[in-house]
């Protein structure tokens, strides 16, 4: 099972930190951040879940983080530290070393993740061949020996396979098995299971938890899917609209949440054992970029929302040592809100 | 989602081009083409460059299997020898195109920016000027002679291809196995040539095979307006010249270079259009 929250309060330096993160467009003069002061991190061995609608920021946060923005935008503030490095002003050589090193990643959609034109077995190898210098033969024995650790059978045969001979659940197989192939101290996945069936989605998380339990592997996990947050991960950051909402250990978020966007999606997961009820949704729509509101970015769609103080721009509260929050309201003791039913 | 390059692996693709009788044949006439550029010497019935004046315009025999010519030399033999030239002319200048067009395709693709509209302006001027004129421009400079054509040609296809290697490019650097490509620490010029490169070998592919065609075509109006190969060498452009200058003494002997030009171009085409429609790309209208 997940490794609780226990051991967080031996403060050593986080594996990941993000600290202030502002993606913009660049040229909009007045353009508020898609991502805008983002703050959170990541420790050693922690499975941290980035969650938010489509559009909330939370795949470009995942994105910058290794330095794979689309050129269209930028990093226009903040720091990312990863093991002591700065990734945002590190040199490109130090940036190479570290992608597919330490730090591992895995994207949405597996089917067009792989190179159509190598066997899955090079492209695995390709990760050893570029950080340890094997030599192409012994590369693709590891990367038989990774096949087989990701749970495909026949691995040796399989080497030799290319991608489009392979489902969707077998190539994301894949894709984990390169992300790992240099023993990385953290991984990035960016909505793993997103585009697989719900069958084949468990199984992947069962992987990624073996892998984690026994690779001592950090997860940085970006999903939509509250049900995976709660099964998987120790901390939760939750995003809206660019803004870091609320960022939490992830069962407290389930039973105490901090703020009203939070308590907002909660409310909307619909529940086993209660037919015939209507769905709860959150009324109005996601800000589109450009036309995020200037106070709190939530405040069109908050039931809570009180006019002359959530118009004004909120600032990251701290609530206790490992729970923040955006919500000036709740920050101050003035908003209580109520949580999932314990039992 | 889905690209067209997912079949193109090169077994399967050489498979279905030696299925289609077409293309079938027209890759054995390469393989006896390139055969005879290079054998050439082992194969000629007489020396291509032996005259016997006294033997002028010998109509078609045993001994001269496809006649003489003005200076009686053996009209099979010179064909032979051109063969070379018409094997070794489209891979220069193709070469030559590639060499340019390819690097500054796949940076543009990738880049886009300033790097792309400056490389795309160049372009749009080269292929402003109709190819013959402007390799006329090029050999004015240069001078006559063989490989002077041959880096005109060459220059002046460059922009076609620079254009079908930059548009291939955008649109696979948006698929995110490049992205994936450089989350693993691959460098930009390995994901260009490992990665990118190989997913747009169809288009390619099929590009170089058809301007292979035309480049033989410009060598041979080059060599027959004299600014390409120069005697005692022949080519079928200027044996063609040869031919028609002659042509009331000895009608025939046009028939040979064109046919052997008609042949090769044919052939080229036909290899170019199969490899399109065995890796499931359609010329759109």
């Given at each position: 099972?997940?490794?609780?929250?226990?051991?967080?309060?031996?403060?050593?330096?986080?594996?990941?930190?993000?600290?202030?993160?502002?993606?913009?467009?660049?040229?909009?003069?007045?353009?508020?951040?898609?991502?805008?002061?983002?703050?959170?991190?990541?420790?050693?061995?922690?499975?941290?879940?980035?969650?938010?609608?489509?559009?909330?920021?939370?795949?470009?946060?995942?994105?910058?983080?290794?330095?794979?923005?689309?050129?269209?935008?930028?990093?226009?503030?903040?720091?990312?530290?990863?093991?002591?490095?700065?990734?945002?002003?590190?040199?490109?050589?130090?940036?190479?070393?570290?992608?597919?090193?330490?730090?591992?990643?895995?994207?949405?959609?597996?089917?067009?993740?792989?190179?159509?034109?190598?066997?899955?077995?090079?492209?695995?190898?390709?990760?050893?061949?570029?950080?340890?210098?094997?030599?192409?033969?012994?590369?693709?024995?590891?990367?038989?020996?990774?096949?087989?650790?990701?749970?495909?059978?026949?691995?040796?045969?399989?080497?030799?396979?290319?991608?489009?001979?392979?489902?969707?659940?077998?190539?994301?197989?894949?894709?984990?098995?390169?992300?790992?192939?240099?023993?990385?101290?953290?991984?990035?996945?960016?909505?793993?299971?997103?585009?697989?069936?719900?069958?084949?989605?468990?199984?992947?998380?069962?992987?990624?938890?073996?892998?984690?339990?026994?690779?001592?592997?950090?997860?940085?996990?970006?999903?939509?899917?509250?049900?995976?947050?709660?099964?998987?991960?120790?901390?939760?950051?939750?995003?809206?609209?660019?803004?870091?909402?609320?960022?939490?250990?992830?069962?407290?978020?389930?039973?105490?949440?901090?703020?009203?966007y939070?308590?907002a999606l909660?409310a909307a997961?619909?529940?086993?054992?209660?037919?015939?009820?209507?769905?709860t949704v959150i009324p109005g729509r996601?800000?589109?970029?450009?036309?995020?509101?200037?106070?709190?970015?939530?405040?069109?769609r908050?039931v809570?929302?009180?006019?002359?103080?959530?118009?004004?721009?909120?600032?990251?509260?701290?609530?206790?040592?490992?729970?923040?929050?955006?919500?000036?309201?709740?920050?101050?003791?003035?908003?209580?809100?109520?949580?999932?039913?314990?039992? | 989602?889905?690209?067209?390059?997912?079949?193109?692996?090169?077994?399967?693709?050489?498979?279905?081009?030696?299925?289609?009788?077409?293309?079938?044949?027209?890759?054995?006439?390469?393989?006896?083409?390139?055969?005879?550029?290079?054998?050439?010497?082992?194969?000629?019935?007489?020396?291509?460059?032996?005259?016997?004046?006294?033997?002028?315009?010998?109509?078609?025999?045993?001994?001269?299997?496809?006649?003489?010519?003005?200076?009686?030399?053996?009209?099979?033999?010179?064909?032979?020898?051109?063969?070379?030239?018409?094997?070794?002319?489209?891979?220069?200048?193709?070469?030559?195109?590639?060499?340019?067009?390819?690097?500054?395709?796949?940076?543009?693709?990738?880049?886009?920016?300033?790097?792309?509209?400056?490389?795309?302006?160049?372009?749009?001027?080269?292929?402003?000027?109709?190819?013959?004129?402007?390799?006329?421009?090029?050999?004015?400079?240069?001078?006559?002679?063989?490989?002077?054509?041959?880096?005109?040609?060459?220059?002046?296809?460059?922009?076609?291809?620079?254009?079908?290697?930059?548009?291939?490019?955008?649109?696979?650097?948006?698929?995110?196995?490049?992205?994936?490509?450089?989350?693993?620490?691959?460098?930009?010029?390995?994901?260009?040539?490992?990665?990118?490169?190989?997913?747009?070998?169809?288009?390619?592919?099929?590009?170089?095979?058809?301007?292979?065609?035309?480049?033989?075509?410009?060598?041979?109006?080059?060599?027959?307006?004299?600014?390409?190969?120069?005697?005692?060498?022949?080519?079928?452009?200027?044996?063609?010249?040869?031919?028609?200058?002659?042509?009331?003494?000895?009608?025939?002997?046009?028939?040979?270079?064109?046919?052997?030009?008609?042949?090769?171009?044919?052939?080229?085409?036909?290899?170019?259009?199969?490899?399109?429609?065995?890796?499931?790309?359609?010329?759109?209208?």
């Amino acid at each position: 099972m997940t490794a609780g929250p226990a051991q967080r309060s031996d403060a050593t330096e986080p594996l990941l930190s993000v600290e202030g993160l502002t993606i913009d467009l660049p040229g909009g003069s007045r353009q508020p951040g898609l991502v805008e002061d983002v703050t959170f991190e990541v420790r050693k061995g922690q499975a941290v879940a980035l969650i938010g609608e489509s559009g909330c920021g939370k795949s470009l946060t995942s994105m910058a983080i290794l330095g794979l923005l689309p050129a269209a935008v930028r990093v226009s503030a903040g720091a990312i530290r990863f093991d002591g490095v700065d990734l945002l002003t590190c040199d490109r050589r130090q940036l190479r070393r570290i992608r597919g090193g330490p730090v591992g990643m895995v994207f949405q959609e597996p089917m067009s993740s792989l190179n159509p034109t190598m066997t899955v077995g090079d492209q695995i190898a390709e990760v050893r061949r570029l950080h340890l210098g094997e030599r192409r033969s012994v590369a693709l024995k590891q990367a038989g020996r990774l096949l087989s650790r990701v749970g495909i059978p026949n691995a040796e045969r399989r080497l030799r396979s290319y991608p489009h001979e392979m489902s969707g659940g077998m190539q994301q197989r894949v894709m984990i098995a390169a992300a790992i192939a240099c023993d990385p101290k953290l991984l990035i996945a960016d909505e793993p299971t997103t585009a697989l069936d719900v069958t084949i989605q468990a199984e992947i998380l069962e992987l990624l938890r073996d892998l984690r339990r026994d690779l001592d592997l950090a997860v940085l996990l970006v999903t939509h899917d509250l049900g995976v947050v709660a099964d998987f991960c120790d901390d939760v950051v939750v995003m809206y609209a660019g803004h870091v909402a609320e960022r939490t250990p992830v069962d407290r978020l389930f039973y105490d949440p901090r703020h009203p966007y939070s308590g907002a999606l909660l409310a909307a997961v619909p529940q086993a054992g209660r037919a015939r009820s209507s769905l709860t949704v959150i009324p109005g729509r996601v800000p589109s970029a450009g036309q995020f509101p200037e106070g709190c970015r939530f405040e069109p769609r908050c039931v809570h929302s009180v006019e002359d103080f959530c118009r004004r721009p909120q600032a990251d509260a701290v609530i206790d040592d490992e729970r923040h929050t955006r919500c000036g309201r709740v920050a101050s003791g003035d908003l209580i809100l109520k949580g999932a039913v314990r039992g | 989602m889905t690209m067209a390059t997912r079949s193109a692996r090169p077994r399967h693709v050489l498979r279905s081009i030696l299925r289609r009788p077409s293309s079938a044949v027209a890759v054995g006439f390469v393989v006896v083409l390139v055969f005879f550029a290079i054998a050439g010497p082992l194969v000629y019935p007489h020396d291509p460059e032996a005259q016997d004046l006294g033997n002028r315009f010998a109509d078609v025999s045993l001994t001269h299997l496809l006649g003489t010519d003005e200076f009686g030399r053996d009209v099979a033999s010179r064909i032979i020898q051109a063969s070379r030239i018409a094997v070794v002319a489209p891979l220069i200048s193709v070469g030559v195109a590639l060499l340019i067009g390819l690097p500054l395709g796949l940076w543009a693709g990738v880049r886009r920016g300033v790097v792309d509209s400056v490389a795309g302006r160049l372009a749009d001027t080269i292929l402003s000027l109709p190819a013959l004129v402007g390799a006329l421009a090029i050999v004015a400079v240069l001078g006559p002679g063989l490989v002077n054509a041959m880096l005109a040609i060459g220059i002046i296809f460059s922009p076609g291809l620079f254009r079908v290697v930059r548009g291939a490019t955008m649109a696979v650097a948006e698929e995110t196995f490049v992205d994936s490509a450089v989350a693993i620490g691959s460098s930009t010029r390995r994901t260009l040539w490992v990665h990118i490169l190989p997913n747009i070998a169809a288009p390619l592919l099929v590009q170089v095979t058809i301007l292979m065609g035309v480049a033989l075509l410009v060598e041979a109006s080059l060599s027959f307006i004299g600014l390409g190969v120069q005697p005692p060498d022949a080519s079928w452009g200027s044996m063609l010249k040869a031919a028609y200058t002659n042509q009331f003494h000895s009608p025939f002997s046009v028939v040979p270079p064109g046919i052997a030009m008609v042949l090769t171009v044919l052939a080229f085409n036909t290899i170019g259009d199969s490899i399109r429609d065995a890796v499931g790309l359609r010329r759109r209208t």
